[in-house]
């Protein structure tokens, strides 16, 4: 009885993601773009009702049929949904926190944008990191153009070749661009996880509130490793200069992560307006340069010296 219900919810299951695959095909522009989170539910339902192994028995049916009614360029998309699922379901299954569930989820999409890039560059020919520097050239080339038609100064032009140049080295943080990428796939596509099994099951899934986030202290000292080892291999062509400069952008992510959480928490422990935080954000996002800067150094003064600790002691 119990493998012929296994053996049901997973064809039910094949055919939802078959059906949002063909959605995402047949649906241009953002609509198309915003079931893209939503691929990976089935597989996050299923291994959440069965485990990681029957979830396993999923993927494979879902790459076979995705191959038959699809097209092959279906194949990189239903592996990296399917193998960030199942990560996120099967933490799910053996009942983990929802930050511990988020941390497997992200492995396995981070897993997953590897083996697409992997499989993109062997069997489609595709390097992103060429199609990246080609696009920036593009734009920079159309942004220069554009400049020159109505009369661009001498100095905007060297701004525009300083920051082409800064931009350049963009594909050098391709493996931090894949963690973040990765992270924030598995927030989204466990979000729409805990609503969808909340309604069906009646469950009470949902993430802490975002003022108790906080990060173990190694972050810290990764970034401050890798901090002083982009000053001691700063040839940019080193590996290990890559591996660091991706290390300190991945670190300093977590650490403005770490300092809005701090913004949040002084607010409710505070009862300051909840304005503030909010405010925070969208002036990190409007001036990024210099706000950025600031929450991420209060991010280090958090974890570091437990603000949290003292201002609640206060």
């Given amino acids: 009885m119990n493998d012929t219900r296994k053996i ?3 064809a039910l299951m094949t055919g939802s993601y078959l059906l949002l695959l063909l959605i995402i095909l047949f649906t241009p522009g953002f609509i198309g773009s915003f079931f893209l989170f939503i691929l990976p539910v089935p597989f ?20 076979v049929f995705s191959f038959i009614f699809a097209t092959v360029f279906s194949l990189p998309v239903t592996l990296l949904s399917g193998i960030g699922g199942l990560f996120l379901g099967g933490a799910m299954f053996k009942k983990r926190s929802a930050y511990e569930t988020l941390a497997a989820g992200s492995l396995g999409f981070i897993i997953g944008l590897v083996a697409v890039y992997l499989i993109s560059q062997l069997f489609f020919g595709l390097n992103w990191a060429d199609e990246i520097r080609t696009a920036i050239g593009d734009a920079f080339s159309t942004t220069e153009g554009l400049m020159n038609t109505f009369g661009g100064s001498e100095g905007a032009e060297e701004q525009l070749t300083a920051l082409q140049e800064q931009f350049t080295s963009l594909p050098d943080y391709l ?15 466990q979000w729409l996880s805990y609503k969808v099994i909340n309604r069906v099951e009646g469950k009470k899934f949902h993430f802490p509130a975002f003022r ?3 990060l173990p202290i190694s972050v810290l000292w990764y970034y401050f490793f890798a901090l002083i080892f982009t000053f001691i291999f700063n ?4 590996i290990w200069h890559l591996a660091a400069i991706n290390v300190f952008t991945l670190a300093g992510a977590f650490l403005v992560l770490q300092g809005f959480a701090f913004i949040f928490y002084y607010t409710h ?3 300051k307006s909840k304005a503030l935080p909010i405010l925070a954000i969208v ?6 340069t210099i706000l950025l800067y600031l929450v991420r150094i209060l991010g280090i003064i958090d974890l570091g010296f437990s603000l949290r600790e003292r201002l609640q002691n206060k």
């Fill in 44 to 63: 996050i339902f299923y291994s959440y009702r069965h485990g990681w192994k029957p979830g396993l028995l999923m993927l494979a049916a879902a790459m």
């Fill in 269 to 271: 422990v505070k009862e």
């Fill in 212 to 214: 108790n986030f906080n």
């Fill in 8 to 10: 049901t919810e997973g």
């Fill in 283 to 288: 002036g990190s996002l409007l001036f990024p």
């Fill in 235 to 238: 040839d940019s062509d080193n």
């Fill in 175 to 189: 493996p931090s661009i894949l963690a973040i990428l990765g992270l924030v796939y598995a927030f989204i596509s």
